[in-house]
């Protein structure tokens, strides 16, 4: 950090240092449906860190199992899970737009109410939306995993941020991993393993069976064919 051992020193010396997000934009073109679905469902189902800390029993008018989904993508999978259980409430977080409009098409193609977005880092969005204790789960499908070696330090998947959800999740609440890449289900494992307060729910105390609440989706059909693997790892907050 140039020799400065903190952000808050960095800035007080007036100098900028950027920060580590969750992601790293890449926004696509939006297609006219995707722009018509959030104009059209973005005032009912749209979340901002604008609103602050947010009172979830208020936002779903009701009091239920809270399950939060960070980067779904064109949000297929959260979509058909959010329909399939309509006893839990669901909180997607993306940051590209597109995708955004693509899971909010679905969602009122579905006619579903247990389902909010937030179009931002799903780092802030903790921090500054989710009280502690506030989640029964939280998933992480197929990150980018960051291949190369010098890039792994930008996976999402850190002592830091473990911690971070540590304090949003429940007793009890679970952190579900999922990747299509066994180095990067390897590095999870290693950092979870030295999480404290967290216990793996394996029975063989690393991978589990895909969950029946998660969709198995078009790309990991695919992949399995070609005789690719996907990890599921599940640990539960202990403590």
Same mark, same amino acid.
């Given at each position: 950090?140039?020799?400065?051992?903190?952000?808050?020193?960095?800035?007080?010396?007036?100098?900028?240092i950027s920060e580590v997000k969750s992601f790293v934009k890449r926004e696509g073109?939006?297609?006219?449906?995707?722009?018509?679905?959030?104009?059209?469902?973005?005032?009912?189902?749209?979340?901002? #860190?604008?609103? $602050?800390?947010?009172?979830?029993?208020? #936002?779903?008018?009701?009091?239920?199992?809270? #399950?939060?989904?960070?980067?779904?993508?064109? $949000?297929?999978?959260?979509?058909?899970?959010?329909?399939?259980?309509?006893?839990?409430?669901?909180?997607?977080?993306?940051?590209?737009?597109?995708?955004v409009g693509a899971c909010l098409a679905l969602a009122n193609e579905a006619n579903?109410?247990?389902?909010?977005?937030?179009?931002?880092?799903?780092?802030?969005?903790?921090?500054?939306?989710?009280?502690?204790?506030?989640? !029964?789960?939280?998933?992480?499908?197929?990150?980018?995993?960051?291949?190369?070696?010098?890039?792994?330090?930008?996976?999402?998947?850190?002592? !830091?941020?473990?911690?971070?959800?540590?304090?949003?999740?429940?007793? %009890? %609440?679970?952190?579900?991993?999922?990747?299509?890449?066994?180095?990067?289900?390897?590095?999870?494992?290693? #950092?979870?393993?030295?999480?404290?307060?967290?216990?793996?729910?394996?029975?063989?105390? !690393?991978?589990?069976?895909?969950?029946?609440?998660?969709?198995?989706?078009?790309?990991?059909?695919?992949?399995?064919?070609?005789?690719?693997?996907?990890?599921?790892?599940?640990?539960?907050?202990?403590?």
């Amino acid at each position: 950090m140039r020799g400065f051992k903190t952000q808050e020193e960095a800035r007080a010396a007036g100098v900028y240092i950027s920060e580590v997000k969750s992601f790293v934009k890449r926004e696509g073109r939006l297609t006219n449906a995707q722009a018509k679905a959030i104009e059209q469902n973005w005032p009912s189902m749209g979340l901002s #860190v604008q609103q $602050g800390m947010l009172d979830l029993d208020q #936002v779903f008018s009701r009091n239920a199992k809270r #399950v939060v989904e960070i980067g779904f993508g064109m $949000g297929k999978s959260l979509v058909e899970m959010a329909t399939n259980t309509p006893a839990e409430d669901f909180i997607g977080i993306e940051v590209h737009k597109p995708g955004v409009g693509a899971c909010l098409a679905l969602a009122n193609e579905a006619n579903i109410t247990n389902l909010r977005i937030f179009e931002h880092d799903a780092v802030e969005v903790l921090k500054l939306c989710l009280a502690e204790q506030s989640i !029964d789960r939280l998933q992480l499908f197929f990150p980018d995993p960051w291949h190369k070696k010098r890039h792994h330090k930008r996976r999402i998947v850190q002592s !830091d941020f473990v911690q971070h959800i540590r304090s949003k999740l429940k007793i %009890g %609440g679970e952190f579900h991993m999922a990747t299509d890449w066994e180095p990067y289900a390897i590095h999870m494992l290693e #950092v979870m393993n030295d999480a404290e307060g967290f216990s793996n729910t394996s029975a063989t105390q !690393d991978y589990v069976e895909r969950p029946a609440y998660r969709p198995i989706t078009k790309f990991e059909v695919r992949g399995q064919k070609l005789g690719h693997g996907v990890w599921d790892i599940i640990f539960k907050r202990d403590a």
